[in-house]
């Protein structure tokens, strides 16, 4: 790995390598929002509409932005609403064409344009909404977007006299009443709308329009102002590429240092193994206890349900606030292994104090391939109603075991978190965030934001300063807190502790009362809630936990003694930012580290651009080249299914290497460049790693090919395709195959890391197109000169050949 061209890059150290378990949910865990986003797949264009007809979508030249395509309503009569205008541009009622007309009305995003129900334009928009505001609340709850389990669940929480009350209702009259009622008189109609319903009025919202709905309704945590009217809240998210418990720990007191953090101690594991999970859940736990917060805030660690109920029952009072990446749809759900029973089942198990929290986000089911034909904003709408018949389930369970009935139960949206193919722009950020504000608050849950970009977004750091001065008059109930805007596990951006600073000071939010009152206990702040000598000092927050742990040093001691020092020190040296101090205003993120954060940034940028040198391909040895339908990197970036599967030339490749092969070998690896070539060809990277890890298979027992496949624009799912390829016509339908897929990661971090994937499934799911994707794979991430395990190549490849062990010797779903 090259060192960026800045003379404040901290010197690179060793590093425990990042692992994700080798187990499905674990790898559809590390797929959505920090993860399933990444691999996620568009699902296809689906058919384009003009006047009702299908048209072909518009291609775009490359590193062209992309213009809307899909539905084009030229025009319609007075007072027509969508089922009239459905009905009589096809001669009949067509669902589909119904769930593409209201798509329509949606502000654009590049999401919906690839399902093919984006407007063609902005009078198709306009016409569109107009369609939707004549529609009766009635006749559009009687046309759900999608019928399954999900959708009864969301049907059965709402209340049905409320929805009887409205459903003569047009959009438009629901529209004007949410815009001029108080916010007791919304909370009496919106506990009868449906999900479908409330996903389709804020279509009719301008952003101001949307901002005064979230100016009139909240929906606090019970006990606490946590979404409150006049309060912003924090999850301080103190994640670790290692899962070291010091790293978690000593952001959380980074967080405490600026006096943020109030809502949950959220920590994401790379790890989603129970061992691993347990020692987190026992670090944040700690840390409460010990400044006696634990009956103020709760802490999570954001692991699949299961595992979090696992280490529950080995652990018993280990966890507290359990989490959920929640889906749509049916099949949406099952990315995350998740089903309704399921979480009905988990939520009745939630009878104390702290119940549910959940993680969604607009484009989310799309990508996974489950769009079913709507649109991003009713899709999230629907994840809204999910949490919403859960939230009822703790209720409930909580009555029946006698206690009052309080759930803690929120949500936060994962804005701008998967890329590109969903939305592109700061101005889509926003949009984004204003509606999922209004649609949890309208149904009844407290929402908070991850004001979120990735690097191959068109957003860079200010812009997001941009984004929340827009969002926040809105009043979401709260915001991620990370030292940085730069997450040193996930390498995306999102709000530092710094903006929580500044936000309360531009728009005069509070901090929930205890959490201020324990701030100022802690002495970051006075009496008048201003900065003391110590705001931003982590180092003077860590001495009061030691001594509230029994030290009994001086807190000046605790600070200048060098263990400390150097404990704080191996944090940093993993890559794990820390704000130490502030700027010319509290709210300033220190000129040094900001200067670097930023350095990061660009590297970030460049590398998403960025393609394998020919040069670094000749050195490696016996190499096939194949390449994906990706017409460029723009287009690649901005449209991922184009790097998912081989052109026909390149397909031709793989199958000369198969007849070649004649069924001899059981592994095939692969390289592709991912998201960034840097990742791949950095001295020390795949160079050293590739050797190691044939060695390694090999010693395993492995059958490796002799030959390299490298691919070209290649993305998670392009291997999936060669491992067709190679083995899906072979004799033996029951012997198991391999490919092992080494790829760039997102770039943003000082490590320029890489992954490896690996698949093994058997000859007879190799055989089917499409069978084979992510739920049977297994990710070692995190690989770089600076990150080996045990800094040593050799020590990463053997942990590949643990992984794929483990896959090989489990049965295929």
Same mark, same amino acid.
């Given at each position: ?52 007809? +299908? ?17 084009? %309503? ?8 969508? %089922? ?87 959009? +438009? ?244 978190? %998967? ?6 722009? /700061? ?95 802690? +002495? ?24 509230? /742990? ?209 698949? %093994? ?53």
């Amino acid at each position: 790995m090259k060192k960026l061209t800045n003379e404040l890059t901290r010197p690179r150290r060793p590093r425990q390598v990042r692992m994700a378990a080798a187990a499905l949910p674990t790898v559809a865990r590390l797929a959505l929002r920090r993860r399933t986003f990444m691999m996620g797949l568009l699902g296809g264009v689906a058919a384009t509409f003009a006047a009702g007809c +299908g048209s072909d979508p518009v291609a775009q030249g490359p590193g062209t932005p992309t213009e809307p395509s899909g539905v084009s %309503i030229p025009e319609i009569r007075d007072g027509e609403d969508v %089922i009239t205008y459905v009905t009589r541009v096809k001669g009949k009622y067509d669902h589909e064409f119904y769930k593409a007309v209201i798509g329509a009305a949606n502000d654009f995003k590049e999401g919906d344009e690839a399902l093919g129900i984006a407007a063609v334009d902005e009078l198709s928009r306009q016409n569109a909404r107009k369609l939707l505001s004549n529609t009766k609340i009635g006749d559009l709850a009687d046309r759900p977007m999608l019928e399954d389990a999900v959708h009864s669940l969301i049907m059965e929480a709402t209340d049905a006299p409320a929805l009887e009350g409205v459903r003569a209702w047009k959009m +438009g009259e629901l529209k004007s009443f949410l815009l001029e009622k108080t916010e007791d008189e919304i909370k009496a109609v919106m506990v009868g709308l449906p999900s479908d319903i409330i996903g389709m009025i804020v279509k009719l919202m301008s952003n101001e329009e949307l901002i005064k709905v979230g100016q009139t309704v909240f929906n606090p945590l019970p006990g606490s102002k946590i979404g409150a009217k006049g309060y912003m809240g924090a999850r301080i998210q103190p994640n670790s590429p290692t899962d070291d418990t010091n790293d978690i720990i000593w952001q959380v007191m980074n967080g405490f240092a600026f006096a943020v953090g109030d809502v949950v101690l959220g920590n994401n594991p790379v790890s989603s193994e129970v061992p691993s999970v347990h020692a987190i859940e026992e670090a944040l736990k700690d840390v409460l206890v010990t400044f006696k917060l634990e009956d103020t805030l709760p802490h999570c660690c954001l692991a699949h349900i299961d595992v979090q109920a696992e280490v529950e029952k080995q652990f018993p009072g280990s966890t507290a606030l359990w989490f959920q990446s929640l889906g749509s749809t049916v099949d949406a759900n099952a990315t995350f292994d998740v089903t309704v029973e399921k979480m009905l089942n988990h939520a009745a198990t939630r009878s104390g104090k702290y119940g549910l929290y959940f993680e969604t986000g607009q484009g989310a089911d799309a990508t996974n391939g489950h769009g079913a034909g709507f649109d991003m904003v009713v899709h999230e709408s629907r994840k809204y109603g999910f949490a919403r018949a859960l939230k009822k389930k703790v209720a409930a369970a909580q009555k029946a075991a006698g206690n009052p009935e309080a759930p803690w139960v929120h949500l936060n949206d994962v804005a701008g978190f %998967i890329g590109p193919e969903v939305f592109r722009t /700061k101005e889509q950020l926003v949009r984004c965030c204003l509606e999922d504000i209004v649609m949890g608050k309208l149904h009844g849950l407290p929402i908070g934001l991850d004001i979120c970009s990735t690097l191959h977004m068109s957003v860079d750091l200010d812009d997001l300063d941009w984004c929340i001065d827009q969002i926040m008059p809105a009043n979401p109930a709260y915001l991620m807190g990370l030292p940085t805007k730069n997450d040193p596990m996930l390498s995306y951006l999102t709000t530092a502790f710094q903006d929580h600073v500044r936000i309360r000071e531009k728009f005069g939010y509070k901090v929930d009362d205890k959490m201020w009152a324990f701030f100022q206990e802690l +002495g970051v702040i006075d009496a008048q809630g201003k900065p003391t000598q110590y705001f931003g000092n982590v180092k003077y927050v860590y001495a009061k936990y030691l001594q509230a /742990k029994g030290d009994p040093r001086m807190v000046e001691e605790i600070m200048n003694a060098q263990e400390t020092l150097d404990a704080l020190d191996a944090v940093k040296k993993r890559g794990v930012f820390i704000a130490e101090g502030y700027g010319a205003n509290p709210w300033d993120l220190n000129p040094e580290l900001d200067q670097y954060i930023r350095a990061l940034v660009a590297d970030g940028k460049k590398s998403i651009l960025a393609e394998l040198d020919p040069a670094f391909v000749a050195t490696i040895p016996s190499v096939v080249k194949v390449w994906t339908g990706a017409k460029d990197r723009d287009d690649y970036i901005l449209h991922p299914p184009t790097g998912e599967q081989l052109k026909e030339d390149a397909v031709r490749e793989v199958a000369k290497l198969r007849d070649t092969h004649a069924a001899k070998y059981d592994v095939q690896i692969m390289i592709s460049e991912g998201l960034n070539a840097f990742s791949i060809s950095d001295p020390g990277h795949v160079d050293k790693f590739l050797p190691a890890l044939r060695a390694e298979l090999e010693k395993a027992g492995y059958k490796v090919a002799p030959e390299h496949i490298v691919c070209t624009a290649g993305r998670v799912r392009a291997g999936y395709h060669v491992g067709e390829i190679l083995f899906g016509n072979l004799a033996d339908k029951q012997s198991k195959r391999a490919v092992v897929h080494i790829i760039g990661e997102r770039p943003g971090s000082e490590h320029r890391a890489f992954s490896v994937y690996m698949t %093994i499934p058997t000859v007879a799911y190799w055989a089917e197109a499409g069978k084979v994707d992510h739920d049977i794979t297994s990710v070692l991430a995190g690989l770089a000169d600076t990150t080996y395990a045990s800094n040593d190549p050799v020590e990463s490849a053997k942990q590949v050949v643990t992984q794929l062990n483990n896959l090989k010797s489990k049965s295929l779903p």
